[in-house]
């Protein structure tokens, strides 16, 4: 295969800058497609600044990307040349431990367990994600895009709308369920559309004023902002579920424990460098949980797929340039993105 164009840095300082890759040609049961669209989450820049453990650089990121097969290796079934596919956080696991067998590819318990979409292979070679022109992955870890879903905007659902999902469903929201997002970035502005799509009443916790119309529009019933004195404590007892996508440090916890109403569960996906301490009568008085979720399975991501082409659920992405990454870093950190940075590899230049 010739060596595609990406778009990788060389240490924490996150400089992007254009590099040629070694993509393999797709083997067994592998397909090899042409990525058009790329987003940006969160989790790159905590990646790729170290913040989550050392990392081999050259680093290049990306977790939830779209395009178009272009070659299909042998035995290669449920895809052919042309068709429209998107990858996620994850490219391969066992298949046969207990979770595998169960659709959670993401927890599996062999060794070395999930493969990561850019993490390391099962030798412990670096891989590469999505800011790429190209991409090889096993079939059964590549989803079918709808034809309905706006090819350019629905990258992030690949993380951002399965992360979302997963949890919504798994503790089935629906309609008569009060939900609170908490955070509307990448991954919340995501989940109140979902959220609403299920029939949930729902409400958008933001850390200012400034998101209130969006949340509107994606759907919230309701909005509250942090910033203004008493917020919290007015809403005492008024969740039966809180998804918290937030990464910044420092939040009250215990205060959102309080906003849940008596077997309600806080579902946190952010994830925030610091450990947090909590006072476990919050969880006491009122019976309530704290839970995480983390991405969600091959199946279920492929149903989100298939959920938000049927209830109209889109992103609302800015488009950039490769030349563009770095920027978005900084400005995804600062929260300054309405609400998700989409690469289009085609401003990539040809040689780097
Ligand atoms: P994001 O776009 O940066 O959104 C985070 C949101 O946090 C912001 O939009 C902001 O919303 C809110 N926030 C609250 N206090 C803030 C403060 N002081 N400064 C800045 N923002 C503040 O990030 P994302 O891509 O949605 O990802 C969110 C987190 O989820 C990250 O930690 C990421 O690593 C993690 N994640 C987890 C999973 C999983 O499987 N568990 C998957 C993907 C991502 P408001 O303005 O509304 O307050
Ligand atoms: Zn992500």
């Not at 990392?55 to 895809?79: D, I, M, Q, R």
Request: glycine share 12%; aromatic share 10%.
């Amino acid at each position: 295969m010739p060596n595609v164009i990406a778009y990788g840095c060389d240490d924490a300082t996150t400089q992007f800058h254009p590099l040629e890759i070694d993509i393999r040609e797709p083997g067994e049961g592998e397909i090899y497609f042409d990525v058009a669209y790329a987003g940006i989450c969160h989790s790159d820049i905590h990646a790729a600044r170290g913040e989550w453990g050392p990392v081999s650089y050259p680093l290049v990121p990306g977790h939830e990307f779209v395009g178009t097969v272009a070659k299909v290796g042998p035995g290669v079934t449920t895809f052919k040349v042309g068709d429209r596919v998107g990858v996620g956080c994850m490219v391969g696991s066992c298949g046969t431990c207990e979770m595998c067998e169960s659709d959670y590819e993401q927890w599996c318990t062999s060794t070395p367990g999930t493969l990561w979409t850019y993490r390391a292979d099962a030798e412990g070679n670096p891989t590469t994600g999505g800011y790429s022109r190209g991409f090889t992955v096993r079939e059964d870890f590549a989803l079918h895009v709808p034809e309905s879903l706006d090819f350019s905007a629905c990258a992030p659902l690949l993380c951002a709308g399965i992360t979302t999902y997963s949890p919504l469903k798994h503790y089935q929201v629906g309609p008569g369920s009060r939900v609170a997002i908490l955070g509307m970035g990448g991954l919340g502005h995501v989940g109140v559309q979902i959220a609403k799509a299920m029939g949930a009443d729902v409400s958008v916790i933001s850390h200012g004023r400034s998101k209130e119309a969006d949340a509107r529009r994606f759907g919230a019933d309701h909005f509250y902002a942090t910033s203004e004195e008493g917020v919290l404590e007015s809403l005492r007892g008024s969740f039966d579920l809180i998804l918290c996508t937030v990464s910044a440090e420092g939040l009250d916890y215990a205060g959102y424990m309080a906003a849940l109403r008596p077997y309600g569960v806080f579902v946190d996906v952010g994830l925030p460098s610091e450990p947090v301490s909590l006072p476990l009568r919050a969880f006491v008085n009122g019976g309530k949980s704290f839970a995480g979720s983390q991405i969600g399975g091959i199946a279920e991501t492929q149903e989100m797929l298939d959920f938000c082409a049927e209830h109209g659920v889109i992103p609302q992405v800015e488009m950039i340039t490769g030349d563009e990454i770095t920027q978005a870093y900084d400005n995804i950190v600062d929260s300054r993105v309405r609400y998700r940075y989409v690469i289009d590899t085609s401003t990539f230049p040809a040689t780097a």
